[in-house]
């Protein structure tokens, strides 16, 4: 997909499309423009009432021949505005007008089209955004994130795919000169986002039989020789972890015939010597049959998604690699299946963490945090500024906090703040649950150092209790995204969260 900026009018533009829009009853400039020069064609759709003044509703105009440098005119609702006085947008309204769009304009046979969304700022309409006041550039990566994310098919496994989208060009116009230049750094950045989003959705949802460890270093690999030697990768197999003395890692995947494997890539986009790196740490069980506690068939090809936050953290590096972000990130994939097997762990057994901690597994369906412990231990080498893991860890999460936002644990406080406001920012949200010394008497063992459950009271802020043991010697998060990380139903499919939040928080920590 191709984005620029212009600085010009309705009027003068010739493209395939005009997107514009509607703030309840009231068109903005740019499709006032147009509704004067073709006879009150768009205002007439406000007053018989075939736009309604919801936010996204929309309505397709083609003109006449003779009367358009644009061939077709795309009129969105931004919705009703929360002050008429002031006309104030909620930002809420104004993603859902962008989302509309761009999904209308993916299906449509348009190849290029032109967005006049800027005219917000023309008319100074202010955007209200989670309590404080959304500037041009911050709607302009809304914009790019938005029509990325509607132009994504799955087509891997599918003898007669859909057809992609035809639309290959979108220019954001603007009235103001001087806001092009920010708008332009702004589109590069929600393209990459949006495009790191898309690589996210595309490995989460691959079968298991195809997404397998070895597939995702793999695609490390992949990544890498693509981004100009910013990116490296590299992984370590069985016998590499073992003498590491991985055993929490290895409990997991020695009940499958796919190797697991560490994978580590490394993107320096700074120059500054030494410079500490952030960590992502992503949870890769590229499928989860709970082991020898079998979970139930009910919905278990959904376990396909347990690799999620591993998909998030290479959806990240490539958006970061993308818009060659000046920073330095180091992502480790702790990669494997979990299969019941004749050598498969058991509930009972006890396992040596690399950190050299004992663990009483008491539950072989809560292997995520046995593969992310040896990570987080593994993570220490490289003396990292902050880490953060991202896991699909627990149904207990998505009891809490539903399908909106993904649960956040710190051992330090304004790593936490950084993560909440990255959220925030990018509409990507997370809500910090306790991370309290009281939990942490749940995992008390007989038989070792901790047990791998903590029981039903909890279950998502007991996990995040065991991970935080494993690390101690630097600052931590970690983000439980079971409930964001796809959607059942008739939508089933991999949703590309938390991307947007991950990235925004590393180019701002």
């Known amino acids: 997909m191709q984005f620029s900026t212009k600085n010009i009018d309705v009027v003068a533009q010739a493209t395939q ?63 009703k505005s929360d002050d008429k006085k002031a006309s104030k947008l909620k930002s809420d309204n104004l993603l859902a007008a962008l989302s509309s769009a761009a999904t209308a304009l993916s299906q449509s046979p348009v190849k290029d089209a032109t967005v ?50 035809a639309l290959s060009k979108i220019t954001y116009a603007s009235s103001n000169a001087a806001r092009v230049k920010g708008q332009r750094l702004a589109l590069v950045r929600g393209a990459a986002i949006g495009s790191g989003i898309n690589y996210t959705r595309e490995l989460g949802n691959l079968p298991p039989n195809i997404c397998t460890p070895s597939f995702l270093a793999d695609q490390g690999k992949a990544l890498a020789t693509s981004s100009s030697s910013a990116l490296t990768c590299r992984s370590l197999d069985h016998k590499q972890m073992e003498k590491l003395g991985m055993g929490a890692f290895l409990s997991v995947a020695k009940g499958s015939s796919e190797e697991g494997k560490l994978i580590i890539m490394e993107y320096k986009g700074t120059t500054v010597a030494n410079s500490k790196p952030h960590v992502l740490v992503g949870k890769g069980i590229t499928f989860d049959t709970g082991g020898i506690s079998l979970k139930p068939g009910a919905a278990m090809d959904e376990m396909k998604f347990d690799m999620c936050g591993a998909a998030s953290v290479f959806g990240s590096m490539k958006a ?55 990570a987080l231990t593994y993570a220490e080498r490289f003396k990292p500024k902050s880490v953060v893991d991202i896991a699909t860890l627990t149904g207990a999460c ?78 931590w998060a970690h983000l439980d995204i079971a409930g964001i990380a796809w959607q059942s139903g008739a939508k089933k499919g991999a949703t590309g969260r938390p991307v947007a939040l991950l990235v925004n928080y590393l180019l701002n920590a």
């Open 17 to 79: 499309c005009a997107v514009v829009f509607a703030l309840e009853d009231k068109l903005l400039a740019s499709a006032k423009a147009i509704d004067k020069l073709h006879g009150g064609a768009l205002s007439a759709l406000i007053a018989n009432k075939d736009l309604k003044p919801k936010a996204g509703h929309k309505r397709w105009i083609t003109l006449a021949p003779s009367k358009r440098p644009y061939q077709r005119v795309l009129l969105v609702q931004l919705g």
């Open 398 to 475: 998505v009891v809490a906090l539903g399908n909106h936002a993904c649960g956040l644990y710190s051992n330090h406080q304004p790593m936490a703040e950084k993560l909440l406001a990255a959220g925030t920012f990018s509409n990507d949200k997370a809500w910090q649950m306790p991370l309290w010394d009281e939990y942490q008497k749940q995992l008390d063992s007989n038989f070792a150092d901790m047990a791998n459950i903590g029981g039903m009271p909890g279950g998502s802020i007991t996990a995040a209790c065991f991970l935080s043991r494993f690390a101690k010697k630097y600052h």
């Open 320 to 374: 970061l690699v993308e818009m060659k972000a000046k920073v330095h990130v180091v992502a480790l994939i702790a990669a494997a299946e979990n299969m019941p097997a004749g050598n498969a762990s058991k509930p009972g057994d006890v396992v040596t963490s690399m950190s050299g901690q004992t663990i009483e597994i008491l539950n072989t369906d809560a292997e995520g945090r046995l593969v992310l412990c040896d």
């Open 116 to 165: 006049y969304i800027d005219d917000l700022f023309s008319q100074n309409i202010t955007v209200e955004h989670n309590g404080t006041t959304a500037d041009p550039s911050w709607v302009a990566e809304q914009l790019a994130i938005a029509v990325q994310k509607a132009s994504y098919r799955y087509t891997e496994t599918k003898s007669k795919p859909d057809a992609k989208p």
